[in-house]
């Protein structure tokens, strides 16, 4: 059968052997008890999953720019893979809010078809892409926080995000291993490559402090992000100790009347971000992705 076009093929997903990775991806909760916990709220838990799988769907789209623009092939393959993780941790996670508050909303649902102000991801995972030091500073920050929350949250009260945490942990780790080592050979490397990773830093310390609010949801039904400050302060400052750098002293960015990623309000580089990531879906919203 012919098409006039490659979208028009993906609306008519009957032969799934054309594409590389398929089409018609099953529930990735398919046969999973997704019974509510006794006295657990479905609709804070499903904001939960919400803020969590935005986090890493917003982030992973970043880490996916980075493709053919590494500096070596070895990291090219490095960070595709961390997007890959992050991305599965996406489908997991937005796949749960479906399930919680009974909605049974699909993933591409909420990748695709919501509104910037739907969307609760920190602002840090939003911020345009730099030059590698950037990257390596965002990455470092984004995982370190993430790892420590995802620890916490293997004891969730939901066995689900439980389950999901525990997966999560093991990726992360290596996320987090990554950057560190990426951070200490530039930051202890040459002088400009020192100049390049602080400057990274300096850039997205502004966003750092909003990883750390408490969101009366995450309070209720997850991990309140306060009590992961002093660990990642501790790491950061044994990364940065050994890299040779400062670990910035900056004002953090405010928000908008004290709104800010958790609450939908976010940078000027989302609607640009969303305007990429959505819009296939968008002009087939008929098609199989």
């Not at 059968?1 to 991806?25: K, P, V």
């Not at 893979?81 to 009974?102: E, S, T, Y």
């Not at 939901?158 to 930051?187: C, F, M, N």
Request: aromatic residues 8%.
């Amino acid at each position: 059968m012919s098409f006039d076009t490659a979208y028009e093929a993906l609306a008519d997903a009957q032969d799934d052997s054309r594409w590389a990775f398929g089409t018609g991806f099953a529930d990735p909760l398919s046969g999973v008890d997704t019974t509510l916990p006794s006295g657990m709220d479905g609709a804070e838990l499903s904001a939960y999953c919400l803020m969590l799988g935005d986090d890493a769907l917003i982030f992973s789209h970043r880490l996916q720019e980075w493709c053919t623009n590494a500096p070596e092939l070895e990291d090219e393959v490095a960070i595709a893979n961390i997007g890959l993780d992050l991305l599965g941790q996406a489908r997991l996670l937005l796949a749960r809010a479906g399930k919680a508050d009974g909605s049974e909303r699909s993933e591409d649902s909420y990748a695709f078809f919501r509104a910037e102000h739907e969307f609760r991801n920190v602002r840090l995972a939003e911020l345009p892409r730099g030059d590698f030091g950037r990257l390596i500073a965002l990455l470092l920050v984004f995982s370190t926080w993430r790892l420590a929350l995802l620890q916490r949250l293997r004891d969730s009260r939901d066995p689900v995000l439980a389950a999901i945490a525990t997966k999560g942990v093991k990726e992360v780790a290596y996320h987090r291993d990554y950057a560190a080592q990426w951070a200490v050979r530039l930051g202890d490397g040459t002088e400009f490559s020192h100049e390049r990773m602080q400057a990274g830093l300096n850039e997205i310390w502004p966003y750092v402090g909003e990883l750390f609010a408490s969101h009366p949801v995450e309070v209720s039904v997850g991990v309140d992000p306060a009590s992961l400050r002093e660990e990642f302060d501790d790491v950061l400052a044994q990364v940065c100790s050994a890299a040779t750098l400062d670990v910035p002293e900056v004002p953090a960015r405010a928000g908008v009347s004290g709104r800010t990623g958790r609450d939908g309000v976010h940078t000027e580089a989302m609607g640009y971000l969303l305007a990429e990531l959505q819009s296939v879906a968008r002009a087939y919203p008929d098609a199989t992705w």
